[in-house]
């Protein structure tokens, strides 16, 4: 099977910075997409950041220019750097990724981890 985990999440302050790892374990062959969503009390899931194998990226409006996506493919980890951070970032934050293992291929969500954005 395939698990992604998630950490880096935690409690900051307005205008402060945190990094989110995400990685992905099991028999992995190939890891094609990787996602950002994050999703926040009362609200619907949004997607945040996403970045392909070939690591072409795209980013939601609200978060262009302050958040940052990259991935190490050695490792099968994606990384969200967030800065300038809101409270209005405050939210989960989940991985998504399609991936090819050794005995299929689907798309996997991570358990989350919380940002707190607050002063």
């Known amino acids: 099977q395939v698990q992604l985990v998630e950490s880096g999440g935690g409690l900051v302050q307005p205008g402060g910075s945190l990094r989110l790892s995400c990685t992905a374990s099991g028999s992995i062959v190939t890891i094609f997409d990787m996602n950002w969503y994050r999703q926040a009390p009362g609200k619907q899931r949004e997607l945040v950041a996403t970045?392909?194998?070939?690591?072409?990226?795209n980013y939601a409006d609200s978060v262009k220019g302050r958040f940052t996506i990259s991935r190490d493919n050695a490792k099968n980890t994606v990384y969200l750097q967030m800065n300038s951070l809101k409270p209005e970032d405050t939210a989960v934050y989940l991985c998504?990724?399609?991936?090819?293992?050794?005995?299929?291929?689907?798309?996997?969500w991570g358990q989350g981890t919380q940002v707190t954005v607050s002063s």
């Open positions: 998504y990724a399609d991936i090819r293992w050794a005995r299929g291929r689907g798309a996997y």
């Open positions: 970045i392909t194998s070939g690591a072409s990226t």
